[in-house]
């Protein structure tokens, strides 16, 4: 036991003492989370050049037209970003409100810093008998930033009215100048549609404000009652922290398994191996380097699970996941190590070239990555036959297990 002891702390030295190691293990999570935090706040703070141009409309309905103009005025897109801000707001704060206090009023900042950015579009009514290729003619010329004219609209005779003898209404054509802003590709093509739209429900003798009133329905807050009372749910930040628990296991487990490899093919390619073997037996040798491995895939684990719950804390949401929640995953853990340093020194015992020892690790490489694709499927049923039968097969029950 001695010997294999001493060939784990040699192996653990041996990797975790390197500079590329400490980099890895301490800076990078550092960077990270500078980037997150401080990073991110600059970068959505900048904004892109407000959109100036035209909007071609040819209205072969004759009822789209004037509806369309008031939806692409700079006003009317700006409370419909408000608008949107509102209800996200109300749908962050009923899902994570309580989790995270403040959520919302965050997400109307931000989308109030948005709205003085709003595209400055005309719009331009051709014939309904124009040519749509010489239309289209100005989309070829100069670029998006230039002005001019930045998208046609070609509306069907018979999307406000049914054709005589059809039961199906017409639609419209969008065409846009090469690299558009997407958002102001997405704010063109959803002012043609709902145009269109609440043009069909006048043309039907109806209130488009009455009929809007009367389809939607405010979604309530959802509360989970349990033996602890009620709460609020927040199902959606409990399924991101199984998500980043499986990615800590999967980081960890690859460093240890990829390094335990390494090391294997290195030392029988260098024949320190046969010193080795003369002093112990190939079962103490390769005992000490699954173990001293293991140590060094365990300070990842402890690094990055520490750095993910410090982070929980300071946005107080902290009771997501507890003490035992870390107990599973140190168990699994060790069952997800020892499954896959088992399959990977195996690989490196039986080759001599880490260019044999790549191809042969394509196999359980795969075997790790196939558990987080069934990852979903076993998360919506966990108790289901699926997911039994699923447990019961090493590499999949190793990586999904923090799921459960």
């Known amino acids: ?11 653990f030295i041996a990797t975790a003492a390197t ?119 100005p989309l070829r010329e100069g670029s998006a930033k230039d002005g001019g004219l930045q998208a046609l609209i070609v509306i069907a005779p018979d999307a406000v009215e049914r054709a005589t003898g059809s039961n199906e209404f017409g639609g419209f054509e969008l065409f846009i100048r ?8 997405s704010e063109i093509r959803n002012s043609a549609r709902d145009a269109i739209k609440e043009a ?11 009929l809007k009133s009367l389809v939607e329905v405010k979604s309530p807050r959802t509360r989970e009652v349990g033996p602890e009372g009620e709460r609020d749910s927040v199902s959606e930040l409990r399924l991101l922290v199984s998500v980043g628990l499986m990615a800590m296991l999967m980081v960890s487990v690859m460093v240890g398994g990829q390094s335990l490899l390494t090391t294997t093919v290195e030392e029988k390619a260098s024949r320190v191996v046969e010193v080795l073997l003369a002093a112990l037996s190939p079962m103490e040798l390769m005992a000490g380097k699954i173990l001293g491995q293991l140590a060094v895939s365990l300070t990842i684990l402890i690094v990055y699970a520490s750095a993910g719950g410090g982070a929980l804390a300071i946005f107080s949401l902290g009771y997501l996941i507890g003490a035992m929640n870390f107990v599973y995953l140190l168990v699994f853990f060790l069952i997800a190590y020892f499954t896959v340093g088992a399959l990977l020194a195996a690989i490196g015992a039986a080759v001599n070239d880490l260019r044999e020892a790549q191809s042969l690790q394509t196999p359980v490489i795969m075997s790790i990555v196939l558990p987080y694709m069934l990852w979903l499927p076993i998360s919506r049923d966990p108790n289901g036959m699926f997911a039994t039968i699923c447990s019961f097969v090493p590499p999949i029950a190793a990586s999904n297990a923090p799921t459960v």
Do not use: C, W, Y
Request: proline share 4%; no cysteine; aromatic share 2%.
């Open 1 to 11: 036991m001695r010997k294999i002891l001493v060939v784990a702390a040699r192996e």
């Open 19 to 137: 500079k590329a190691f400490i980099l890895g293990a301490f800076v990078v999570p550092v960077v990270i989370l500078a980037v997150a935090i401080v990073g991110f706040r600059f970068l959505l703070k900048e904004q892109a050049p407000a959109v100036t141009g035209s909007v071609a409309v040819i209205d072969a309905s004759g009822r789209a037209l004037e509806g369309l103009r008031k939806r692409l005025l700079p006003e009317a897109i700006a409370t419909r970003n408000r608008e949107m801000a509102g209800e996200l707001a109300e749908d962050l704060e009923d899902r994570i409100g309580a989790a995270a206090p403040g959520v919302g009023e965050s997400v109307r900042t931000a989308i109030d810093s948005e709205i003085a950015n709003v595209p400055r579009l005309t719009v331009e009514a051709l014939d309904s008998t124009a040519n749509v290729e010489n239309a289209k003619g």
């Open 178 to 185: 090469h690299k558009l802003d997407d958002r102001v590709e």
């Open 200 to 210: 069909r429900i006048r043309a039907a003798a109806l209130d488009p404000a009455e």
